[in-house]
């Protein structure tokens, strides 16, 4: 079945530092991806998305993540994070060619991401 | 242009009784997922509808748990006689319906929280 990784439950960080938040999945067909970030006491929200071309995404809020299909990862970045990008992330993905609706996604547990003042 | 819609936000039920969550897409959405989510964990998807017509309901439980999208109104995603076990956030979202699913956006409402006592 396919699955969706994320390594870090918890990341903490100074305003400043760089992000990299990691993202694996396991299926070999072609996918479609994706990362959500859940602010607190919000809902999730689209930051960035992957269909096809060239496998540097960039998002909103300076957020963005690399394709790199031999390694099944889908990992986010973003140079210097702030106070206001303490949230969770999510990684998704959705399968194409994989029988049914091809609809739902498929998400991995979330990264908590801490940004200290 | 509102977004997806979702109540009641918290909802509370002693083991055995029925709990009804409803999601309204947004305006000009024809398709809407629901998802749950435990403690701890991603969310996982439950069902895929477009109106009237159930798509995939792969990730429903096989008993207890049933969705609806009725012509008119909102979705319904019904639990019939609750346990411990179902209190979790459900999320649901819904995208325009256009081409192939797995291309399009899922935009998020804000969940319910299902509490089982």
């Known amino acids: 079945a396919q699955s969706v990784s994320q390594h870090n439950h918890h990341v903490i960080l100074s305003e400043a530092a760089s992000l990299e938040l990691g993202c694996n999945y396991s299926y070999g067909g072609t996918v479609n991806l994706f990362w959500y970030v859940q602010y607190p006491g919000q809902h999730l929200q689209l930051l960035l998305k992957?269909?096809?071309?060239?496998?540097l995404v960039k998002g909103i809020k300076g957020f963005e993540a690399e394709f790199i299909k031999s390694k099944f990862s889908f990992n986010l970045r973003k140079p210097s994070v702030q106070w206001s990008d303490t949230a969770e992330y999510f990684c998704?993905?959705?399968?194409?060619?994989?029988?049914?609706?091809?609809?739902?996604?498929?998400f991995g547990k979330g990264t908590k991401l801490s940004v200290k003042p | 242009n509102a977004g997806v819609m979702q109540n009641p936000r918290h909802l509370v039920r002693r083991r055995g009784q029925e709990a009804r969550l409803r999601c309204s897409p947004m305006k000009g959405h024809s398709h809407v997922y629901w998802y749950r989510q435990l403690p701890e964990e991603g969310l996982k998807f439950m069902v895929y509808l477009q109106k009237e017509n159930i798509i995939d309901e792969s990730g429903m439980p096989k008993e207890r748990f049933s969705a609806e999208f009725p012509k008119e109104g909102p979705s319904i995603l019904r639990i019939q006689q609750v346990v411990r076990g179902d209190s979790a956030a459900y999320f649901c979202?819904?995208?325009?319906?256009?081409?192939?699913?797995?291309?399009?956006?899922?935009?998020f409402g804000p969940g319910t929280r299902l509490t089982v006592l």
């Open positions: 998704a993905v959705n399968t194409r060619g994989y029988g049914g609706s091809q609809g739902n996604l498929i």
């Open positions: 992957y269909f096809s071309g060239d496998p």
């Open positions: 979202a819904s995208s325009p319906g256009q081409g192939l699913s797995s291309y399009n956006e899922q935009f």
